[in-house]
């Protein structure tokens, strides 16, 4: 493994089209292993944050690299097979294909990335699923559907989770298991992870909370230090 960060954020500004500034030369660094929470008021620019990190959006100025790799220096298959391999997307966009089973659907980023396809099954069991295999997404409640959705965003052991309100529709015993389950999967690949949330409970199972202002990132206290 490389030893550089896994995620850095160098000067990064962005303004919609509509005139407005949503982020200002932002930079941050993560190291692997580490596990962020990013808080801040609704409108700030969380989501947007989230975004350009994950390649859906481009920023007006300034870098994201991942894993010394530049982003924007890559074309768009050499940057659609670092997202396939190397991130974890738990979004609210990123819905769970209807035609396929649960397995099926858990199965893909192993599939994509030619990985073995045993720990497709693992993976639905520790989010609660065992038994559901054959099932599809429409015999799930909206709980049960995120929770393949994170299944399926953990399985190929990505080095980078990014995490959109990912329990937002999840019973507080269940989103704790959850979370606790990707703090689990992050730690033990060596991955990093970014959750970003408007609960102070999930923010709590991060390593650190940061507090998203017009300012930029700051650390703010109460993550698990662990
Ligand atoms: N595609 C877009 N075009 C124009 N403005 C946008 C677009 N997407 C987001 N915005 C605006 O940018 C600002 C930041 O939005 P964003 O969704 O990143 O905030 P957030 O911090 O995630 O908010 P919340 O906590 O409510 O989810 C908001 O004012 C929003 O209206």
């Given at each position: 493994?490389?030893?550089?960060?896994?995620?850095?954020?160098?000067?990064?500004?962005?303004?919609y089209?509509?005139?407005r500034?949503?982020?200002?030369?932002?930079?941050?660094?993560?190291a692997?292993?580490?596990y962020?929470?990013?808080?801040?008021?609704?409108?700030?620019?969380?989501?947007?944050?989230?975004?350009?990190?994950?390649?859906?959006?481009?920023?007006?100025?300034?870098e994201?690299?991942?894993?010394?790799i530049?982003?924007?220096?890559?074309?768009?298959?050499?940057?659609?097979?670092?997202?396939?391999?190397?991130?974890?997307?738990?979004?609210?966009?990123?819905?769970?294909?209807?035609?396929?089973?649960?397995?099926?659907?858990?199965?893909?980023?192993?599939?994509?990335n030619?990985?073995?396809?045993?720990?497709?099954?693992?993976?639905?069991?520790?989010?609660?699923l065992?038994?559901?295999?054959?099932?599809?997404?429409?015999?799930?409640?909206?709980?049960?559907?995120?929770?393949?959705?994170?299944?399926?965003?953990?399985?190929?052991?990505?080095?980078?989770?990014?995490?959109d309100?990912?329990?937002?529709?999840?019973?507080?015993?269940?989103?704790?298991?959850?979370?606790?389950?990707?703090?689990?999967?992050?730690?033990?690949?060596?991955?990093?992870?970014?959750?970003?949330?408007?609960s102070?409970?999930?923010?709590?199972?991060?390593?650190?909370?940061?507090?998203?202002?017009?300012?930029?990132?700051?650390?703010?206290?109460g993550?698990?230090n662990?």
């Amino acid at each position: 493994m490389k030893n550089t960060a896994t995620l850095e954020l160098r000067g990064i500004s962005k303004t919609y089209g509509n005139g407005r500034q949503v982020l200002s030369d932002l930079s941050y660094t993560l190291a692997a292993g580490e596990y962020v929470a990013i808080m801040g008021d609704s409108g700030v620019g969380k989501s947007t944050l989230l975004n350009l990190i994950a390649g859906l959006d481009a920023p007006d100025t300034g870098e994201i690299w991942v894993d010394g790799i530049a982003l924007s220096a890559n074309d768009d298959d050499a940057a659609t097979r670092l997202r396939r391999r190397h991130f974890g997307f738990i979004f609210q966009a990123f819905h769970v294909l209807p035609h396929l089973t649960l397995l099926q659907n858990v199965s893909l980023p192993l599939l994509l990335n030619h990985l073995p396809l045993d720990r497709a099954e693992t993976m639905l069991t520790a989010v609660g699923l065992k038994g559901r295999e054959q099932d599809f997404p429409r015999q799930l409640s909206g709980g049960e559907l995120q929770r393949v959705a994170i299944a399926r965003a953990l399985v190929h052991r990505p080095r980078l989770i990014l995490a959109d309100e990912p329990t937002g529709n999840l019973d507080p015993d269940t989103a704790q298991e959850i979370l606790q389950l990707m703090r689990a999967e992050i730690k033990a690949n060596g991955a990093a992870g970014i959750i970003v949330t408007h609960s102070q409970a999930a923010a709590a199972t991060a390593d650190r909370i940061l507090l998203l202002t017009k300012a930029g990132l700051q650390p703010l206290e109460g993550g698990s230090n662990a």
